[in-house]
């Protein structure tokens, strides 16, 4: 899911790398205000009456690294519908709310399952940086960005958007993603693998874009695919072949990511039941999207 992406690209280099490091990253449970300074209004310029929302009664946990800060709530549609309110209310040039698929489910640093409902994302800090590298915009907003996982307790009919509040869909994000990965840069390529996958698992036309960087001319990038890829399950065993030919580098680290890769993917467990309910859910989400549109 897109909510877990950033910890997701975080578990894919850490996967890849000798050691695991949280260097400059934060986090914190429950709704008091956020240990970045969510609750002072200097720390949120450009986004003049985010905090109400941040520090809003429903959140459940807040992570912040390097200036990305992402932030979880759970709740009901009537309280997710004045949170909507309070998102529109800030003062930002585009206020966009990603509609999809639930269960809502992220991981703390130390792997404490977090269950949500929907979830902000602010980029500041020198994490903005990702903004500006060639494409880097199609993946990291600079902009206000609200996510809500539907079901459960989120109901699709009963969501109210907001007046100038514009809303998308995954396969909309998808492909501004996809186009990503040919940019010049190679940090983009790399994260935005494991932005990609986590943004939906079952999508085919995403693991093919990323299964492309597993003949990257970088070998980070390489790795970042690598680690990626196992992110969409049995779906995977079709790049399993592309896999095995790799694993002639004599680069150890690429070598063991691969080796790593190979065997999850082999071992992965058959979603095919949860892949059915999140196809028609996102069918619902795009219907309700499309008719949004045309009003």
């Not at 609750?39 to 310029?45: A, M, Q, V």
Request: charge should be neutral; aromatic fraction near 8%; include cysteine.
């Amino acid at each position: 899911m897109k909510n877990m992406s950033t910890c997701l690209t975080l578990a894919i280099l850490a996967l890849c790398l000798p050691g695991k490091a949280w260097a400059l990253a934060t986090e914190d449970f429950g709704n008091a205000n956020a240990s970045n300074a969510a609750g002072n209004e200097l720390n949120y310029k450009e986004w003049q009456g985010i905090v109400p929302l941040m520090n809003h009664s429903s959140r459940v946990y807040h992570w912040w690294c390097n200036g990305s800060e992402q932030f979880y709530y759970r709740g009901d549609t009537a309280t997710l519908n004045d949170a909507l309110q309070k998102f529109a209310a800030a003062k930002a040039d585009v206020h966009e709310v990603l509609l999809q698929p639930g269960p809502g489910i992220t991981h703390s640093f130390h792997a404490r399952t977090i269950p949500y409902n929907w979830s902000l994302h602010v980029q500041g800090g020198i994490s903005r940086h990702l903004t500006t590298l060639p494409d880097g915009n199609k993946i990291w907003s600079k902009f206000l960005t609200m996510a809500v996982c539907v079901g459960g307790d989120i109901a699709l009919e009963k969501i109210r958007i907001p007046a100038g509040v514009s809303v998308v869909d995954l396969a909309d994000l998808s492909r501004r993603y996809r186009e990503a990965l040919a940019s010049k840069d190679k940090t983009v390529r790399g994260s935005g693998a494991g932005e990609l996958a986590g943004l939906d698992p079952y999508d085919a036309e995403n693991l093919a874009a990323i299964a492309k960087l597993l003949k990257d001319d970088d070998e980070w990038v390489q790795r970042c695919a690598v680690g990626a890829v196992t992110h969409f399950d049995k779906k995977a065993e079709s790049v399993l072949p592309a896999l095995r030919e790799m694993l002639v580098t004599r680069n150890k680290q690429l070598k063991d990511c691969v080796k790593n890769a190979i065997e999850e993917i082999q071992q992965a467990k058959d979603t095919s039941a949860a892949e059915k309910e999140h196809r028609s859910m996102q069918e619902q989400i795009h219907k309700f999207c499309e008719q949004r549109s045309q009003r």
